[in-house]
C-alpha cells in the first residue's frame, strides 16, 4: 500500500483516533444527528417502500431494524436501515459534500457495535468517522459526481462506511486502507431516478453499507487493493466526474482530525430535497408577513444556484406534476406552490391527496427560475424568492444561508421536536421518549447491542 495515499493516510488516522479525541461539542452533536436519524427510520415504517423494502431484505439473522420488529442477517441489516433513515429524504446532508452521510454511516456502525457488543461510544466513533470520511471525500469533487450524473450518498458513502467498519472490527491502518480501495470497484449511485422519482434513491446509503461490509471482508481476509483509489488515473475523481472538472482529491484529508465535518451537516428541517429549503424558508416568509393565499399570488420567481436546476427545476414540465411523494421532494415548483398555499411545508404536504391538490399546483404554475449569480452554494443551500402579487407589489426574501446549515443550525430543542413528531407517527409517546434516552445516553451505554434493542421500538 502505497504510504502517501489518500486511502493509507485516512487509514492511519482511522486506526489511532479515540473517543477521547473527540471534542465535547462534536459528541453532543453526533448523539442529535443519530437522534434524528432514528426518528426519521421509525417515520418510514409506516411507507409502502419500508413494506417492499423488508420483504426483499428478510434474512433472519440477530441485527436489529429500527422501528420494526424483526431480526435480520448483519448485510442486511445494514441494507434495511439505510432505507428506513433515508427514504423519506428528511435527513441530513453536509453542502459541500452534497451527501446524506448519516444514513450509511449509522447502519454501518450499528451492525458491527450491535454484534460484537461494543460500546455505545464504540458505535458513537464508528459513525463520526464514517461521516468525517464521506463528507471529505464528496467535498472533494466540487459537486462533480451530480454533474456526471451519480448521487454522493450511495457513492461515497460506502468509503466512509468501509472505514469505519474496518476499524470497528479491529482492522490495522494497512486494512483500514485497502477496504477503501476494495469498495471503490464496488460502490454505486445513479441519478436517473430524478426523471421518474424511482425508489433507488432510497437504496443508495444502505447500499453503501452493505457494500462496506464486504469490502472489510475481503480486505481482512488479504485481498489485493488498488491503493491510489481516489487519485489514481481511473480512480474515484476521474471515473466519476466530467472530464475537466476541478476536482481536489486532498480535500479528503485535509483538516482529518482537527476539523470535525460534523459540525457543518445540516439537520433538515423540511422532508424534501435540501436545495429547495431556502425557498420553502422564504416563500413562508412572505406568504405568512403579507397573509397572502394562492389567489393573491400573480408570479415566483427563484433565484436558484445554477448547479441545482438539473436536480429540481428541470425537466420544467415534469416538475409541475410530480407522480409521487419523491417526486414532489425534488420539485421547486411543487415545494414553493405548497409553501405558498400551506404556509408550511411537512410531511402532510406530500400525502397523496396533498400531490394533486388544485390550489398547490395552481401556483406551481406560476414559479419560474432565474440563475443567481450572487450566491455561495455549495458552501450554502441559498436561495431568493420574488413574489409579485396580482395587485402589482413586488416582494422579496431571501435566504443567504438555509436553516439548519453550520452557521444556523438547529437547536437541541428543534432536533427532539423534530424526533418526536415522526417517532409518534407510528407508536407511543412513552416509546418514543424511550428510544430518545438511549440515544442520547449512548455515550455511555456499555453495550451498543441493548441501545439497538431499544431503537426496535418493541415492548420487549
Same mark, same amino acid.
Given at each position: 500500500?502505497?504510504?502517501?495515499?489518500?486511502?493509507?493516510? @485516512?487509514?492511519?488516522?482511522?486506526?489511532?483516533?479515540?473517543?477521547?479525541?473527540?471534542?465535547?461539542?462534536?459528541?453532543?452533536?453526533? =448523539?442529535? #444527528?443519530?437522534?434524528?436519524?432514528?426518528?426519521?427510520?421509525?417515520?418510514?415504517?409506516?411507507?409502502? &417502500? $419500508?413494506?417492499?423494502?423488508?420483504?426483499?431484505?428478510?434474512?433472519?439473522?440477530? =441485527?436489529?431494524?429500527? +422501528?420494526?420488529?424483526?431480526?435480520?442477517?448483519?448485510?442486511?441489516?445494514?441494507?434495511?436501515?439505510? @432505507?428506513?433513515?433515508?427514504?423519506?429524504?428528511?435527513?441530513? %446532508?453536509?453542502?459541500?459534500?452534497? !451527501?446524506?452521510?448519516?444514513?450509511?454511516?449509522?447502519?454501518? $456502525?450499528?451492525? !458491527?457495535?450491535?454484534?460484537?457488543?461494543?460500546?455505545?461510544?464504540?458505535?458513537?466513533?464508528?459513525?463520526?468517522?464514517?461521516?468525517?470520511?464521506?463528507?471529505?471525500?464528496?467535498?472533494?469533487?466540487?459537486?462533480?459526481?451530480?454533474?456526471?450524473?451519480? #448521487?454522493?450518498?450511495?457513492?461515497?458513502?460506502?468509503?466512509?462506511?468501509?472505514? $469505519?467498519?474496518?476499524?470497528?472490527?479491529?482492522?490495522?491502518?494497512?486494512? @483500514?486502507?485497502?477496504?477503501?480501495?476494495?469498495?471503490?470497484?464496488?460502490?454505486?449511485?445513479?441519478?436517473?431516478?430524478?426523471?421518474?422519482?424511482?425508489? *433507488?434513491?432510497?437504496?443508495?446509503?444502505?447500499?453503501?453499507?452493505?457494500?462496506?461490509?464486504?469490502?472489510?471482508?475481503?480486505?481482512?481476509?488479504?485481498?489485493?487493493?488498488?491503493?491510489?483509489?481516489?487519485?489514481?488515473? &481511473?480512480?474515484?475523481?476521474?471515473?466519476?466526474?466530467?472530464?475537466? #472538472?476541478?476536482?481536489?482529491?486532498?480535500?479528503?484529508?485535509?483538516?482529518?482530525?482537527?476539523?470535525?465535518?460534523?459540525?457543518?451537516?445540516? @439537520?433538515?428541517?423540511?422532508?424534501?430535497? #435540501?436545495?429547495?429549503?431556502? &425557498?420553502?424558508?422564504?416563500?413562508?416568509?412572505?406568504?405568512?408577513?403579507?397573509?397572502?393565499?394562492?389567489?393573491?399570488?400573480?408570479?415566483?420567481?427563484?433565484?436558484?444556484?445554477?448547479?441545482?436546476?438539473?436536480?429540481?427545476?428541470?425537466?420544467?414540465?415534469?416538475?409541475?406534476?410530480?407522480?409521487?411523494?419523491?417526486?414532489?421532494?425534488?420539485?421547486?415548483?411543487?415545494?414553493? +406552490?405548497?409553501?405558498?398555499?400551506?404556509?408550511?411545508?411537512?410531511?402532510?404536504?406530500?400525502?397523496?391527496?396533498?400531490?394533486?391538490?388544485?390550489?398547490?399546483?395552481?401556483?406551481?404554475?406560476?414559479?419560474?427560475?432565474?440563475?443567481?449569480?450572487?450566491? *455561495?452554494?455549495?458552501?450554502?443551500?441559498?436561495?431568493?424568492?420574488?413574489?409579485? %402579487?396580482?395587485?402589482?407589489?413586488?416582494?422579496?426574501?431571501?435566504?443567504? !444561508?438555509?436553516?439548519?446549515?453550520?452557521?444556523?443550525?438547529?437547536?437541541?430543542?428543534? !432536533?427532539?421536536?423534530?424526533?418526536?413528531?415522526?417517532?409518534?407517527?407510528?407508536?407511543?409517546? =412513552?416509546?418514543?421518549?424511550?428510544?430518545?434516552?438511549?440515544?442520547?445516553?449512548?455515550?455511555?451505554?456499555?453495550?451498543?447491542?441493548?441501545?439497538?434493542?431499544?431503537?426496535?421500538?418493541?415492548?420487549?
Amino acid at each position: 500500500m502505497t504510504q502517501d495515499s489518500i486511502a493509507a493516510r @485516512i487509514g492511519t488516522w482511522a486506526s489511532d483516533v479515540q473517543w477521547s479525541d473527540v471534542p465535547t461539542n462534536v459528541r453532543e452533536r453526533a =448523539a442529535l #444527528h443519530v437522534l434524528d436519524c432514528i426518528g426519521l427510520a421509525f417515520a418510514s415504517t409506516r411507507d409502502e &417502500f $419500508a413494506t417492499v423494502a423488508a420483504s426483499a431484505t428478510a434474512t433472519p439473522g440477530n =441485527a436489529g431494524v429500527i +422501528g420494526m420488529p424483526q431480526r435480520l442477517e448483519t448485510a442486511q441489516a445494514a441494507l434495511l436501515n439505510g @432505507i428506513l433513515v433515508h427514504g423519506l429524504d428528511y435527513d441530513d %446532508t453536509h453542502p459541500s459534500g452534497v !451527501i446524506h452521510a448519516s444514513a450509511s454511516a449509522l447502519p454501518a $456502525a450499528m451492525v !458491527i457495535a450491535e454484534r460484537d457488543h461494543l460500546s455505545g461510544s464504540d458505535l458513537l466513533l464508528g459513525y463520526l468517522m464514517a461521516v468525517e470520511v464521506s463528507a471529505r471525500v464528496g467535498a472533494g469533487a466540487n459537486s462533480g459526481f451530480h454533474a456526471k450524473g451519480f #448521487h454522493p450518498t450511495g457513492l461515497v458513502g460506502a468509503f466512509g462506511s468501509a472505514v $469505519a467498519i474496518a476499524r470497528l472490527n479491529g482492522g490495522d491502518a494497512a486494512t @483500514i486502507a485497502a477496504a477503501q480501495g476494495i469498495v471503490g470497484s464496488l460502490a454505486a449511485g445513479s441519478l436517473q431516478f430524478l426523471d421518474t422519482g424511482a425508489w *433507488t434513491k432510497r437504496m443508495h446509503p444502505g447500499w453503501a453499507a452493505l457494500t462496506a461490509l464486504n469490502s472489510v471482508n475481503f480486505a481482512q481476509a488479504g485481498w489485493q487493493s488498488p491503493p491510489d483509489v481516489y487519485e489514481g488515473r &481511473f480512480g474515484l475523481y476521474a471515473a466519476h466526474t466530467p472530464d475537466g #472538472h476541478a476536482v481536489d482529491p486532498e480535500r479528503a484529508v485535509r483538516g482529518l482530525g482537527d476539523d470535525w465535518e460534523l459540525l457543518r451537516v445540516a @439537520i433538515k428541517p423540511f422532508p424534501a430535497c #435540501h436545495f429547495t429549503h431556502a &425557498f420553502a424558508d422564504a416563500t413562508i416568509a412572505l406568504v405568512t408577513e403579507n397573509n397572502l393565499t394562492g389567489d393573491d399570488i400573480a408570479e415566483i420567481v427563484c433565484l436558484v444556484p445554477e448547479q441545482i436546476i438539473p436536480v429540481v427545476c428541470e425537466p420544467a414540465a415534469a416538475k409541475l406534476t410530480p407522480k409521487s411523494d419523491y417526486d414532489a421532494k425534488f420539485s421547486l415548483p411543487f415545494v414553493v +406552490g405548497a409553501s405558498a398555499t400551506k404556509h408550511r411545508f411537512g410531511l402532510a404536504e406530500l400525502l397523496p391527496d396533498a400531490l394533486v391538490d388544485r390550489g398547490t399546483l395552481a401556483v406551481a404554475e406560476r414559479v419560474r427560475y432565474e440563475v443567481d449569480l450572487t450566491g *455561495t452554494f455549495p458552501q450554502h443551500f441559498c436561495g431568493e424568492v420574488i413574489l409579485r %402579487t396580482t395587485d402589482g407589489r413586488e416582494l422579496r426574501h431571501r435566504e443567504a !444561508i438555509n436553516r439548519g446549515a453550520e452557521e444556523r443550525p438547529l437547536s437541541k430543542d428543534d !432536533i427532539e421536536a423534530k424526533f418526536l413528531e415522526n417517532v409518534e407517527l407510528v407508536t407511543t409517546r =412513552a416509546t418514543a421518549e424511550r428510544v430518545l434516552n438511549s440515544v442520547l445516553g449512548l455515550a455511555d451505554t456499555k453495550d451498543a447491542a441493548d441501545a439497538v434493542n431499544v431503537w426496535r421500538g418493541q415492548d420487549s
